[in-house]
DNA sequence: GTCTATAGCCTGATAGAC
DNA sequence: GTCTATCAGGCTATAGAC
């Protein structure tokens, strides 16, 4: 185990390059359908130096998960109970949508995660996601008394905003599979933005 | 390998048993994350017995993809035509949904497939599927240029429609981590479909 | 048709030289 | 810190008795 107090460059270095790795196999393949031979190829390590720097597969899957969900729930964190209320809701949903078109391979590892019934980040949901869902939805239902928005239920309305814009980096392939030619981020924009408008507009 | 002829009553009830215990298992896990043990023991057969029903593994699943792809369409094929606009579209919509109520393992094997980048039925995707939704996308856009219904991207709209309601089946545990005691379907169904009408209203 | 036993491969992890 | 070699366990699939 490299020690805790001093990380080399090179251990810098290989952490990180284990950890992108780790992102691009585990997303397209899903944990179990991973293995640590193709992670360390991805990395340009050997399996056993892979195994230098984390434990085991399990240490390396839960780390990169830990890793990239508040990156992944930043873009709820930034909703703003003092913004005008639909435009924060449509920057709210641009974001997530911009996500799935930058970080799609982020988007298919929680949904890889959490469609095999979440086993190893179960607690992260009822816990700490639960608590900013909450949060927010609050928020949304004061506006929606305040007559800002029209009325809907403020937890689906967040559901709703992350399987729209989910879709287009989770199902990725069937989504292009359909459109043929056309790039699916082309109209992707206007649409979800024309979904939530229409639905809020009070 | 069982006669193709004159299947006997038993084979026919392990044939269906085994298909039964083989969605329960890879809509959970995944293909590569199933195994033949664990089909055979929900099955209630030894797994040589039931590898003499099946070749291998691999033709247990693509045996389960293709029976089930049929049945997953359906709802879209019903789309009418000559029925009334916004009528149809929710109609479809709430078949949709209680398809996710219902049959959640179903929507779980395919979301595991197509995260993965859809190995073994890309080609039914950009085939039967991408003729399916063409053909209905021209219905939609007919429906628009009419007037019935309010502009919209008709493939963004069936995608929007997917979405929406596969994710309740999807991403089930995540919704009730966070809705905790209350059940998604109390309100999905109500949410979802204002949200198309109040999309769609001409 | 169904079973027990096992072949043979793949994979996660470790030993030990450098 | 990094490698080659290898072990131990789990997995798909088959052999062969009944």
Redesign the pocket.
């Known amino acids: 185990m490299?020690q805790e107090r001093a990380?080399?460059r090179?251990?810098i270095k290989?952490r990180a390059a284990i950890l992108e790795a780790a992102l691009e196999v585990f997303s397209a393949h899903g944990f179990r359908g991973?293995?640590?031979?193709q992670i360390a190829a991805a990395a340009g390590?050997?399996?056993?130096?892979l195994?230098?720097y984390f434990?085991?597969?399990?240490t390396i899957y839960t780390a990169l998960l830990e890793r990239l969900l508040d990156t992944w729930l930043d873009p709820l964190r930034a909703l703003d109970p003092g913004g005008e209320p639909l435009e924060e809701i449509l920057a709210y949903v641009r974001r997530k949508l911009q996500m799935s078109r930058d970080l799609p391979r982020e988007s298919r590892l929680f949904a890889n995660e959490i469609v095999q019934g979440a086993p190893r980040i179960h607690a992260a949901l009822s816990g700490d996601l639960k608590v900013l869902v909450d949060e927010k939805a609050e928020v949304i239902r004061d506006w929606i008394a305040a007559g800002k928005l029209a009325p809907v239920h403020p937890h689906h309305l967040i559901f709703s905003i992350w399987s729209l814009t989910q879709h287009y980096a989770d199902f990725d392939v069937q989504v292009r599979a359909v459109l043929g030619d056309e790039d699916p981020f082309e109209a992707a924009p206007e649409f979800v933005e024309t979904v939530f408008r229409r639905l809020l507009q009070a």
């Open positions: 490299p990380p080399t090179i251990q290989n991973s293995t640590v031979d390590l050997s399996k056993p130096n195994l230098y434990a085991s597969k399990e």
